[in-house]
């Protein structure tokens, strides 16, 4: 193999990369504040996808966009509000039972609403056009993707240590009951963290998708899995762990499908999995909790 | 410091130097102690002064830093620190090397300990008859395939037996069908020390078994602790912060204060120790 | 007194079992006229098996594992492989060939429901290593993780001369005849509810209730962890098996995660916890699947056609209704209780109270029949 070769492998790894890490960030997130498994962020991940398909198809890419980032936020708000909060006291398997139903549920509405045949992405013209760096060949969106993805941890990382709210949402994933006798208005905070995951969410799906050029009703679940083991690997809870999750998710697969073993490349993920939670269950950068007895 | 009753007596328990860390906090610091045959020792302290821990190092529950734990003449748990631990060891004993001896909890309630937790942990949706029958379940002979196709009616039959009996001793038998976490406190934590003691234990050991309980229900658990010593041949060990009760039964007393032990002896030797009274129990009422 | 109801309990129980084998027998006659409805209960009958081995896992010993279609595609895939007639073998892999070592390899179906279920059980043993002593929320992920690889590792196109890829495995041979299938689905549950009501059973659920406790009852958590799941995924591996017998045909695409997720909500339906609830719950969703079908068809009252009713409707009030079902009703149906005579005999006894007390709620008529109480 070249080394342009190699080099141009090494880009769409990092583009595939940034892609999962942003929405692995959106598990770690909610993981934190609420230590539950949100099954559906990867169906409203490909959510995210169908209304970028409606609404490219009535509005210009510069309404579409923010459209679309909007209507996601929102939809993560109402899963929220209607199929986690009444369960918050309930024993936590009822919870990951919840998100399970909410998963199947988005999955199935999509398969009403949209068939189950795979959808025409649209394309943002100039996101497609190629660029030549060196030797490599890619389009806009291939470079640009690890980059928004780094700007955006950075705002984000910014947001979690600088702001209030930020103090907030650390306080509640230390110690939650705590942080409510504190007076911090939980529902605020947790309403909060799951419109920054959908944002999220929904900006990792357009950059995906662009690259994809089709969505079907079942999109989302397997990237939507494997971004949780991304989180898993990098320590669910930390957003660094997250980011470099996904990045080690997307080239490991990138480098299998480069070296022919494509079918391997899903399997690739539960085995980096098993491999983690073998070796250190919390994750490269998760902390170690002890149990009182 | 033994009784002259106590020379004849075997020793039960040993605890040998044990220190317990947890990254840079010694919970347990070099604690050495004895319980002999027949006798009620108390454990005592101030809170957060490791007395529970060192309960979960005779039961395994956690894996001592360094020391060794002796039952019935048998080294049931050993350790030495290894690794990162030999750098960062903070005890006061300096660790010889001993061989490792490692046992599940299970195991050693196989060989004969048995104990009660400090917050009561009964198997709360199950009924009182289960939460009993449960602990036969160690000791009888026969394996899944046995059990599933009703092949073991014998030990079944035995195992229910002695759970009703138990039960009629403790009085707790008019609740058998009662759900375990329906009833009320006091009964609760007679449950939990019935349930111990149908694992036919030689030691028993008991955490805080008085926490909760107004004076005459204390007095009640102090009787009912001279009794059951008495009927089941045991050999009690316990944690106490209910200075009646543990005045009263006691043989022996240890003082453990911030991982350590302080003083150790009789009822009366402890009353009139003053680091014992300057530390834990104040000054004295005359109790 | 005692004596009298269990007596009572045990001819009511006779009789059951005499209509049923009765209701069979009438299928098994007329099975050309009533086959729709015969598939639909013998599917209902194969998920109840995986469902209750799930509740055993799950509801009785309190761990929580997502990878029973893994197990179902190991028991299913054996079964296949063993049952399939040797003469169609070459035309089943007529792609790729196949491999001599399982070339000849053909016996009874039900010994290789056997060695279907010894398979799961084995692969449940070597996973279970790794996999039991994790939390639960990591056990759930990492079981639906070995989920996805034996899947990946069955559609390999490394092992094509023995999985066929791809392609899947056909003219698996069906079941001779209803009493097969029923039995045998009987049978399994049986065995799981004489396993639930013994020693181990009551070792398991301790192991539920309080881990900690139950090592000090002594009762070495990974032995039985271990013992609940490898037993557990016998049972999911010998429903595998008798899903792809009932299919006759099955690829890797049948054990998808979405099978795990079925099994999941019946048992949730039917309550975790309960074996009844998870056999009644594997007909409500199975037979209801079926009814709902009626939503995927363009409907047209009096000449107005109803907006919605198109296909897929039906998935979307089925998950409507589960989702209800997991926010308002927990507990499912039977909770954790199993069914009693005497249960079904007090239900039955309030239903024109409850009706009585329905009415009176839509009528306004409750206020009364407070004051009155209040006067007692």
């Known amino acids: 193999m070249s080394l342009t070769t190699f080099l141009q492998h090494c880009l769409t790894g990092i583009s595939l990369g940034g892609a999962y890490a942003l929405i692995a960030i959106g598990y770690t997130l909610v993981y934190g504040i609420l230590r539950l498994i949100n099954f559906a962020h990867g169906d409203i991940f490909m959510m995210a996808g169908y209304f970028m398909i409606f609404a490219m198809s009535s509005f210009p890419w510069f309404i579409a966009v923010p459209v679309v980032l909007l209507a996601t936020v929102l939809l993560g708000i109402v899963i929220e509000k209607v199929a986690y909060r009444p369960l918050r006291t309930a024993p936590r398997m009822s919870a990951m039972i919840s998100a399970i139903g909410v998963s199947y549920l988005l999955q199935n509405l999509a398969t009403y609403l949209f068939t189950a045949l795979p959808k025409g992405y649209p394309e943002i013209p100039f996101l497609k056009k190629i660029f030549r760096i060196g030797g490599l060949s890619a389009s806009l969106v291939t470079f640009l993707t690890p980059v928004l993805t780094l700007i955006i941890v950075y705002v984000l990382m910014v947001l979690i240590n600088k702001t209030k709210i930020g103090m907030a949402m650390r306080a509640v994933s230390r110690d939650y009951d705590t942080a409510a006798l504190m007076g911090i208005k939980i529902n605020h905070v947790i309403t909060f963290t799951f419109a920054v995951g959908s944002l999220l969410a929904a900006v990792g799906s357009l950059l995906y998708f662009t690259d994809r050029m089709t969505v079907f009703p079942f999109s989302g679940s397997l990237p939507g899995l494997k971004c949780f083991v991304a989180a898993v690997f990098g320590g669910i809870g930390s957003i660094p762990g997250a980011v470099i999750g996904g990045f080690i998710l997307g080239l490991g697969e990138t480098a299998l499908v480069a070296m022919g073993y494509s079918t391997f490349s899903d399997a690739f993920t539960f085995v980096l999995l098993i491999i983690i939670l073998l070796i250190k269950p919390t994750g490269l950068f998760g902390e170690k909790i002890t149990d009182k007895v | ?287 | 007194m005692k004596k009298i109801s269990s007596y009572k309990n045990k001819i009511l129980t006779l009789l059951a079992l005499l209509i049923f084998i009765g209701i069979i027998h009438f299928l098994e006659i007329n099975k050309s006229q009533y086959s729709y409805q015969i598939s639909i209960l013998e599917r209902s009958a194969i998920y109840a098996v995986v469902a209750v081995s799930m509740n055993l896992l799950t509801g009785f010993t309190g761990l929580f594992s997502l990878g029973q279609a893994g197990f179902m595609a190991i028991g299913a895939y054996v079964t296949a492989i063993l049952t399939i007639p040797v003469d169609k073998r070459a035309s089943v892999y007529y792609v790729n060939g196949i491999s001599p070592a399982i070339a000849d390899s053909n016996c009874p179906f039900w010994l290789a429901l056997i060695i279907a279920g010894l398979a799961a059980a084995a692969t449940a043993a070597l996973i279970g290593i790794p996999v039991l002593r994790l939390k639960s929320d990591y056990l759930a992920i990492a079981t639906l993780g070995f989920s996805e690889i034996i899947r990946a590792v069955i559609a390999a196109p490394q092992l094509d001369t023995i999985t066929n890829g791809s392609y899947g495995l056909k003219s698996i041979p069906g079941f001779p005849n209803l009493y097969v299938t029923f039995g045998l689905c009987a049978l399994c549950i049986f065995l799981m509810i004489l396993l639930i009501h013994s020693s181990y059973g009551r070792a398991f659920k301790a192991l539920r209730e309080d881990e900690t406790a139950a090592q000090a009852m002594g009762l070495n958590l990974f032995r039985y962890k271990e013992l609940s799941f490898v037993i557990s995924s016998f049972f999911t591996g010998v429903g595998g098996g008798l899903l792809a017998m009932f299919m006759r045909s099955i690829d890797s695409k049948t054990f998808s995660i979405s099978l795990t997720y079925d099994i999941l909500l019946i048992v949730v339906l039917g309550g975790i916890g309960s074996v009844t609830g998870s056999v009644l719950g594997s007909f409500l969703v199975t037979a209801g699947r079926e009814w709902l079908r009626f939503f995927d068809n363009p409907l047209s009252i009096g000449g107005v056609e109803i907006p919605l009713f198109r296909s897929g409707f039906r998935m979307v009030i089925f998950s409507i209704l589960l989702m209800a079902v997991v926010l308002f009703y927990r507990r499912g149906i039977m909770g954790s209780n199993e069914f009693t005579w005497d249960g079904l005999g007090r239900l039955i006894v309030s239903i024109p109270r409850r009706l009585a007390d329905s009415i009176r709620r839509v009528t306004g008529k409750k206020r009364k029949e407070h004051r009155h109480n209040d006067n007692e």
């Open chain 2, 1 to 287: 410091m033994t009784t002259n009753k106590d020379n004849a007596a075997a020793n039960v328990l040993h605890m040998q130097d044990i220190t317990m860390q947890f990254g840079g906090v010694v919970a347990v610091n070099g604690l050495s102690l004895d319980v002999n045959e027949g006798e009620i020792v108390a454990l005592i302290g101030p809170n957060g002064a490791g007395k529970t821990t060192a309960f979960n190092c005779v039961t395994g529950i956690y894996e001592p830093t360094y020391g060794q734990v002796g039952f019935m003449g048998e080294t049931i748990l050993s350790n030495t620190p290894k690794g990162k631990m030999q750098k960062t060891y903070l005890g006061d004993t300096s660790p010889h090397p001993i061989p490792v001896v490692r046992n599940t909890p299970d195991v050693i309630t196989k060989k004969g300990i048995a104990r009660t937790f400090q917050n009561i942990r009964l198997f709360g949706q199950l009924s009182v008859f289960d939460n009993v029958l449960i602990a036969k379940h160690m000791r009888a002979r026969q394996n899944v395939f046995s059990a599933t196709l009703r092949l073991n009616h014998q030990e079944e039959a035995r195992m229910r037996g002695e759970t009703m009996a138990l039960l009629k001793e403790q009085k707790l038998d008019h609740l058998k069908d009662e759900i375990a976490s329906s009833l009320p406190y006091g009964l609760q934590r007679r449950l939990e020390i019935a349930r111990a003691l149908a694992t036919q234990p030689r030691l028993l050991l008991l955490d805080e078994p008085a926490a909760g309980m107004n004076p005459q229900e204390t007095q009640e658990l102090t009787d009912f602790i001279n009794e059951i010593r008495d009927s089941y041949h045991l050999t009690v060990f316990m944690i106490e912060h209910h200075m009646d009760l543990v005045m009263q039964i006691s043989d022996r007393i240890y003082v453990l204060d911030f991982g350590k032990l302080i003083a150790h002896g009789t009822p009366a030797e402890i009353q009139n120790n003053e680091r014992v009274i300057e530390a834990y129990l104040g000054v004295s009422d005359d109790a």
